[in-house]
């Protein structure tokens, strides 16, 4: 099956991706919590492990406010769970260590432990339903714990894409018993198990950054409309917090991301430059030919060339400014 059929069953049905590009963090210890306020830009004191709401997205920064990594936080009973990308983990682990002093807090990257699966699609509870045999219904952030071919599974509602989303944690060998189990479960129902080229398409669709594409060392939460979903203005005072305050209300960055469709099939190099007026004003960051909106990408572009529908040229070639995510920009054209 093409990337192109891929991505369109997976909006249409549902796609099950093993992850092998993602970190595992534990923070335990009686301190955790009030630790973790002070380092994370969301409100995990908030979270409850047995509620409706025991994830969220946050942040962990630099005192410039640069992002270290982009995290989703999961509260366990006895722990926090930090899932972030692999490439952002070890400077995550560097940083939270320097700043564990006095506190009563043990960091742990347990990456190798773990076996991971994203299920997207408008059928993903009804697959993870069909490979554990009872029917999954979480809200957005609930968290449960089910049986998928006799391996314990953790089950939290969120995803990568715009689509309805299942993540799963599960110990490292458990994971060739939980594939067969969801390649067994997604027949039936029109679905599939996809690599990772498939969901990043997905991912691109929806304007969502990545570690080591959209999020550096160098980029603001701003720039990258992440503060609404991974930042508290109530909480207490955490690291970087000055620089996303000063921003949100001045509500001025020097640079932003976009998306961008363009003419022809065939999606832009990744670091093609964009110019806009003869001038070059910023970078592709990630692309993909997506079936459903075309050759698209996402970009990091100077304010200015940031507006919907601006005219600009990428790597020669004709562009325009396009709103995120593609699927709001197409409803609208």
Known sequence: ?????????????????????????????????????????????????????????????????????????????????????????????????????????????????????????????????????????????????IDVAGVSVVAAAWGFGGDPAVQLFAAREGEAAISAALQRAARPLGAICADADVLDVVRIEAGRPRAGFEIGPDTLPAELGLVERTVSFDKGCYTGQEIVARMHSRGRVGHRMVGLALAGDEPPARGAPIEANGKRVGEVTSAARSPRFGAIALAIVRVGADADDTDVRVAGRPARVVALPFAAAHAGS
């Open 1 to 145: 099956m093409s990337v192109a059929a891929a991505v369109e069953t997976v909006h249409r049905a549902a796609g099950a991706f093993a992850l092998r590009d993602r970190a595992w963090i534990e923070v335990r210890g009686a301190d955790r919590t009030r630790f973790l306020q002070g380092q994370l830009t969301n409100d995990v004191a908030k979270l409850d492990p047995a509620g409706p709401r025991a994830g969220c997205h946050a942040l962990l920064l630099t005192r410039e406010g640069r992002i270290v990594a982009e995290l989703h936080v999961v509260a366990r009973p006895e722990a926090f769970w930090l899932e972030t990308d692999a490439a952002s983990a070890p400077a995550a682990v560097e940083r939270l260590s320097r700043y564990v002093v006095a506190d009563d807090v043990v960091l742990t990257d347990r990456s190798a432990e773990l076996a991971r699966f994203s299920v997207e699609g408008p059928r993903a509870f009804e697959l993870v339903g069909a490979a554990s045999g009872v029917a999954l219904a979480l809200a957005s952030e609930e968290v449960a714990t």
